[in-house]
């Protein structure tokens, strides 16, 4: 019965199907390709007062990365406080901010319009973002790990004490 118990929940754990992005650039992130590493999914916004937290993402993807960590940032207007176009929020983030981790273009997070990703979130672990920089991990088997609002930076211990036994030495 307790195996059953484990079979079901890895199921639930795992992503239903394969799960891809557009990147700014036109290319595609697909989260299967990070398989084996851990992931960390956020909205972002350009114009929002947590924009900031850029700075953050690009520090994890700097302390992490050559250790196999992905910083994904997906640009939403959900809360309208992102940019007119994609063109305007990679220049925004690429060139002004310095950003260099993987950024989607401008993406629905939130409700029937969501991405299928966002929508997993919602229906099978109970969380959507409830405004900018909500930040979700997945773990290395496609499993979710853990989910935080905007108010949480992305470096702080609660995070990172969760993504650092996920990487190799």
């Given at each position: 019965?307790?195996?059953?118990?484990?079979?079901?929940?890895?199921?639930?754990?795992?992503?239903?199907?394969?799960?891809?992005?557009?990147?700014?650039?036109?290319?595609?992130?697909?989260?299967?390709?990070?398989?084996?590493?851990?992931?960390?999914?956020v909205?972002?916004?350009?114009?929002?007062?947590?924009?900031?937290?850029?700075?953050?993402?690009?520090?994890?993807?700097?302390?992490?990365?050559?250790?196999?960590?992905?910083?994904?940032?997906?640009?939403s207007?959900?809360?309208?406080?992102?940019?007119?176009?994609?063109?305007?929020?990679?220049?925004?983030?690429?060139?002004?901010?310095?950003?260099?981790?993987?950024?989607?273009?401008?993406?629905?997070?939130?409700?029937?319009?969501?991405?299928?990703?966002y929508?997993?979130?919602?229906?099978?672990?109970?969380?959507?973002?409830?405004?900018?920089?909500?930040?979700?991990?997945?773990?290395?088997?496609?499993?979710?790990?853990?989910?935080?609002?905007?108010?949480?930076?992305?470096?702080?211990?609660?995070?990172?004490?969760?993504?650092?036994?996920l990487?190799?030495r």
């Open positions: 019965m307790r195996l059953l118990a484990v079979i079901i929940f890895l199921l639930l754990a795992l992503p239903a199907e394969a799960f891809t992005f557009t990147a700014i650039d036109g290319a595609t992130y697909d989260l299967d390709d990070w398989r084996g590493r851990p992931v960390l999914v909205n972002t916004a350009s114009l929002c007062g947590f924009t900031p937290q850029f700075a953050d993402l690009q520090a994890l993807h700097d302390r992490y990365a050559d250790r196999g960590l992905v910083v994904l940032a997906v640009s207007d959900d809360f309208r406080q992102e940019l007119d176009d994609d063109q305007a929020v990679e220049q925004y983030c690429r060139v002004e901010l310095g950003v260099e981790v993987p950024l989607t273009r401008i993406t629905p997070v939130r409700g029937a319009d969501a991405h299928p990703f929508r997993w979130l919602a229906e099978q672990h109970g969380v959507e973002p409830t405004w900018n920089f909500n930040k979700a991990l997945i773990g290395p088997g496609g499993e979710f790990l853990g989910f935080w609002g905007s108010t949480t930076r992305p470096t702080s211990a609660r995070i990172t004490d969760l993504i650092e036994p990487l190799p």
